[in-house]
C-alpha cells in the first residue's frame, strides 16, 4: 500500500516539473514570510520581557522597602514592557495566521493543481474552505486547549498532567486537520468533517503510517540541515532547498495518500 503511494507521488512530482517550480518558490516564499514576522515580533517582544526581568533583578528590596518595595522606584516599566510584549505577540499571532491561510492556503491549491485543472472559480472555493477548516481548528483549539494550557500555568502547585493533555489533544486536532485539508477540492465543505472522522478512525493504521513516513522525512532532513549549519555555507545552501523539496514531496504524498484510502471507505 505505502509503495504504491509513494510510487504515485513520485509519478505525480516527475510528471508536473513546471508545476513543481512553482509550488518550490510558493513555498520558500511562505517560510521567507514567516522568518520576517518571526524576526519582527519575537525579538522585540523578547527584548521587551529582558527589560522587565532586568528592572526586576535590579531591585535592592529589604526589611524596610515596605509594603510595595518590590515594585521599585518605577513599576511602570514592567507594565509598559509587558503591554508591549504582548502586542508583539498578538501581531505575531495575526500575521503568521494570515501567512498561514492566505500563502500555505494557495500551496495546497497548488498541489491540488496537481490532480486537476484549476480554473477561478475552483481557486476561491478552494481557499474559501481552506480557512473555513483551519478558523474551525481554531476554534477548537481555543475552546479545549487554550483555556487548559491557561490552567496549567498558572497553578501554584506545578503539575505535568494538564500540560500532557495540552500535548495529546493538539496531536489529535492536527491529525484530523491536515486529512481534512487534503479532502479539500475534491468534496464539499459540509462533507468534509464526516469523511474526516471517518477517515481518521477507520483508516487509523494507513494514516498514521503516512504521517509518520512524512515526519521521518522531515526530521531527518532538518537535522541534516542542523548538522551543516557551520561546516559549509554552500553544502548549507543545498541542504535548505532539500528541506524545501522534502516539505513540497510530504504533502503531495499526504494528498494521494488520503485519496487513496478514501476510496476504500
Given at each position: 500500500?505505502?509503495?504504491?503511494?509513494?510510487?504515485?507521488?513520485?509519478?505525480?512530482?516527475?510528471?508536473?516539473?513546471?508545476?513543481?517550480?512553482?509550488?518550490?518558490?510558493?513555498?520558500?516564499?511562505?517560510?521567507?514570510v514567516?522568518?520576517?514576522?518571526?524576526?519582527?515580533?519575537?525579538?522585540?517582544?523578547?527584548?521587551?520581557?529582558?527589560?522587565?526581568?532586568?528592572?526586576?533583578?535590579?531591585?535592592?528590596?529589604?526589611?524596610?522597602?515596605?509594603?510595595?518595595?518590590?515594585?521599585g522606584?518605577?513599576?511602570?516599566i514592567?507594565?509598559?514592557?509587558?503591554?508591549?510584549?504582548?502586542?508583539?505577540?498578538?501581531?505575531?499571532?495575526?500575521?503568521?495566521?494570515?501567512?498561514?491561510?492566505?500563502?500555505?492556503?494557495?500551496?495546497?491549491?497548488?498541489?491540488?493543481?496537481?490532480?486537476?485543472?484549476?480554473k477561478?472559480?475552483?481557486?476561491?472555493?478552494?481557499?474559501?474552505?481552506?480557512?473555513?477548516?483551519?478558523?474551525g481548528?481554531?476554534?477548537?483549539?481555543?475552546?479545549?486547549?487554550?483555556?487548559?494550557?491557561?490552567?496549567?500555568?498558572?497553578?501554584?502547585?506545578?503539575?505535568?498532567?494538564?500540560?500532557?493533555?495540552?500535548?495529546?489533544?493538539?496531536?489529535?486536532?492536527?491529525?484530523?486537520?491536515?486529512?481534512?485539508?487534503?479532502?479539500?477540492?475534491?468534496?464539499?465543505?459540509?462533507?468534509?468533517?464526516?469523511l474526516?472522522?471517518?477517515?481518521?478512525?477507520?483508516?487509523?493504521?494507513?494514516?498514521?503510517?503516512?504521517?509518520?513516513?512524512?515526519?521521518?522525512?522531515?526530521?531527518?532532513?532538518?537535522?541534516?540541515t542542523?548538522?551543516?549549519?557551520?561546516?559549509?555555507?554552500?553544502?548549507?545552501?543545498?541542504?535548505?532547498?532539500?528541506?524545501?523539496?522534502?516539505?513540497?514531496?510530504?504533502?503531495?504524498?499526504?494528498?494521494?495518500?488520503?485519496?487513496?484510502?478514501?476510496k476504500?471507505?
Open positions: 500500500m505505502i509503495k504504491d503511494f509513494l510510487k504515485k507521488t513520485a509519478d505525480v512530482i516527475l510528471g508536473n516539473k513546471r508545476k513543481i517550480l512553482v509550488i518550490f518558490f510558493v513555498q520558500v516564499l511562505f517560510f521567507g514567516l522568518s520576517f514576522v518571526f524576526f519582527n515580533t519575537v525579538v522585540p517582544s523578547m527584548g521587551h520581557a529582558k527589560a522587565a526581568v532586568d528592572y526586576y533583578s535590579s531591585i535592592n528590596v529589604t526589611s524596610d522597602s515596605g509594603m510595595f518595595g518590590f515594585l522606584d518605577d513599576p511602570s514592567v507594565f509598559d514592557n509587558y503591554r508591549e510584549m504582548m502586542s508583539y505577540l498578538k501581531y505575531l499571532g495575526l500575521f503568521s495566521f494570515l501567512a498561514f491561510v492566505i500563502i500555505n492556503g494557495f500551496l495546497w491549491v497548488l498541489t491540488d493543481n496537481l490532480f486537476r485543472k484549476m477561478i472559480r475552483y481557486v476561491i472555493r478552494y481557499m474559501f474552505d481552506f480557512i473555513v477548516l483551519t478558523l481548528f481554531v476554534f477548537l483549539f481555543y475552546a479545549f486547549i487554550f483555556s487548559l494550557l491557561k490552567d496549567a500555568l498558572l497553578e501554584l502547585d506545578f503539575n505535568l498532567l494538564p500540560l500532557f493533555w495540552v500535548l495529546i489533544l493538539s496531536i489529535v486536532l492536527l491529525y484530523f486537520l491536515y486529512i481534512g485539508y487534503s479532502l479539500i477540492g475534491k468534496n464539499k465543505l459540509k462533507e468534509i468533517p464526516k474526516m472522522f471517518k477517515l481518521g478512525v477507520f483508516r487509523f493504521k494507513g494514516i498514521i503510517l503516512v504521517y509518520l513516513i512524512n515526519l521521518l522525512i522531515i526530521s531527518l532532513l532538518f537535522y541534516l542542523y548538522l551543516v549549519v557551520e561546516f559549509n555555507i554552500v553544502l548549507l545552501s543545498v541542504f535548505i532547498l532539500v528541506f524545501v523539496i522534502g516539505f513540497i514531496f510530504t504533502r503531495i504524498f499526504l494528498v494521494v495518500s488520503v485519496g487513496k484510502l478514501v476504500k471507505l
